[in-house]
């Protein structure tokens, strides 16, 4: 019994080590244009949340993608970031609100190009 209860605390315990992890905020002055999507993610050291967009200009051929990365700032604030890849490299990154639609991404570099 008494095993049954360490292991449930351990395994408590590395959960909320875990938890806490996830939350942390990302440190986005450690980025810069051209980093590839995996070199980004070693410098903010974590996953992004999910990708918002991708598709193939049909102009020049390239690749476009977008994937957010999100950090809770508050216990009711969270602050989230769309990143624009072109070719696996950083083109751009900005600031968008949690509730942002996925359609706003490529119209959002769309605009700026």
Not at 22 to 36: F, V
Request: hydrophobic share 40%; charged share 25%.
């Amino acid at each position: 019994m008494k095993s049954l209860f360490r292991i449930t605390i351990v395994f408590s315990a590395l959960l909320i080590i875990s938890s806490c992890a996830a939350l942390r905020k990302g440190d986005l002055s450690k980025i810069q244009l051209g980093m590839s999507k995996a070199t980004v993610q070693l410098m903010l050291k974590v996953k992004p949340d999910n990708v918002v967009s991708s598709e193939r200009d049909p102009i020049d051929n390239s690749v476009i993608e977008v994937v957010q990365y999100s950090w809770l700032v508050s216990q009711t604030e969270t602050e989230c970031y769309w990143l624009y890849f072109v070719n696996d490299k950083l083109d751009s990154w900005h600031k968008v609100r949690p509730d942002s639609r996925h359609s706003d991404a490529m119209d959002y570099f769309k605009r700026r190009g």
